[in-house]
């Protein structure tokens, strides 16, 4: 949603139906990742409910908040954690799940690791892999 928003001119962000005319052209871009394709799948039937919260300024979050009432799976969309350039202290603040996830992502598995130091260290340890994807 940000991304639309970042495409238009601010004279438009207030016209729904430049608002929708900006999510079809966002999302008629073919250099999309297939969750953001996913995200385009489920918002495209309901452009207009999107539109107008959207034009009134509300902040993409919240927008999200807001149409999962009618349709939950846009927010259920989970995009990958973003881990270069991330330290030691902000890996600590994730959560075990995440890190797993992480992993995950990298093509990893962490036999053994039970403990929460533990992962934080396999995947400060993997972390060369992160770029190869």
């Known amino acids: 949603m940000q991304d639309v928003r970042d495409s238009m001119a601010k004279a438009d962000i207030s016209k729904k ?10 999302c ?3 250099k999309l990742s297939s ?4 995200v385009c799948y489920y918002i495209d039937p309901i452009k207009r409910s999107v539109a107008q ?3 009134t300024g509300i902040p993409a979050e919240r927008v999200c908040k807001r149409i999962n009432q009618s349709n939950p799976e846009i927010c259920t ?3 990958p954690i973003k881990t ?18 992480i992993l995950g992502d990298r093509g990893v598995e962490c036999k053994g690791c039970i403990e929460k130091e ?5 995947v400060e340890d993997t972390a060369h892999l992160d770029s190869e994807f």
């Open 17 to 26: 139906d430049k608002v929708e005319a900006a999510i079809g052209a966002v």
């Open 28 to 30: 008629a871009n073919e």
């Open 35 to 38: 969750r953001e394709k996913k």
């Open 53 to 55: 919260p959207f034009s």
């Open 77 to 79: 969309v989970k995009f």
């Open 84 to 101: 270069e350039k991330m330290e030691k202290k902000d890996l600590t603040k994730l959560r075990v799940k995440q890190l797993k996830s």
């Open 118 to 122: 533990e992962f934080i260290k396999k």
